[in-house]
């Protein structure tokens, strides 16, 4: 008997960013569900994993890594929650704006506590399989992607473990802002063509190996911006250009009824996967 829970309901959240409402299915051919999602209003985060490890074991790593996130962000001590907000803080001097400029100074404290958080959550997944007998390699594991804004009005930071994807759909064309970290990603940017790998078969998740890297960005968030984060039973099937068309068509008032057009095209191309699909749309 299955003990998956969805850690946060189908209903539209108001953050200070924008209204965020995520959507997971079992699909049409697993028995259980091991994708999950987290999205927290207070804290400005918002996640999706996608567990492996047979039966009840990928389910509970994704439930781990995302909750342990979560709860590392809202235990930060008093100066790291100093240090996030002066990081926010309106300089007081004069300041020419780059739209492509790094954030590195604005960005930093964020980038670092992601970082750390991460870890944490590796650390907590990684010794629930140490003490099931699990060694390294082996065991539970999880991709995690996500985003979070650590202060009001500050830039989007995502961070990402594996091969869920995050894209942005802005102005009419949508962007994918993650790299899948597969050896079958890894295979294509070396130009290799065929004898290509399962596109399944990860370079780290969490979990599995006592060390994980993180990939981290900064991203200047705007106005009207939409955000799709999906595991692999979304973006494996269907195609950039049906997702983008969806993704066109809708606003911050039917963020639940682009999440259902979005599974059910994936459904209608033939995943074989459980498939999740987070929506935030930037106020």
Known sequence: MSN???????????????????????????????????????????????GMGGHEAGEIASADALLAVRDFLANLGEQARRDLANAGAAPSGPVSYD????????????????????????????????????????GMGTTLTGFWQSYAGGPLVVFHVGDCRLYRYRDGELSLLTRDQTLYQQALEEGLLEHLPPRNMLLQAIGPSPEVRPEVKPYTLQAKDLYLLCSDGLHGSVPHGVIAEL???????????????????????GSRDNITAVLMAAS
């Not at 309901?9 to 108001?14: G, Y």
């Open 99 to 138: 739209p492509d400029a790094t954030w590195s100074d604005q960005s930093m404290p964020a980038v670092m506590t992601l970082f750390e958080a991460v870890e944490f959550a590796n650390a907590q997944v990684y010794a629930k399989n140490l003490a099931q007998g699990n060694g390294d390699g082996h």
């Open 247 to 269: 993704m066109g068509k809708t606003d911050a008032d039917h963020l639940d009824q682009c999440c259902a057009a979005l599974i059910a095209a994936s459904m209608e191309h």
């Open 4 to 50: 998956w829970t969805q850690l946060s309901p189908s209903t539209t959240f108001n953050l200070a960013m924008g209204q965020a409402y995520g959507m997971t299915d079992v699909g049409l051919v697993r028995d259980s569900n091991e994708d999950n999602f987290l999205i927290d209003p207070q804290l400005g985060l918002v996640m999706i994993g996608d």
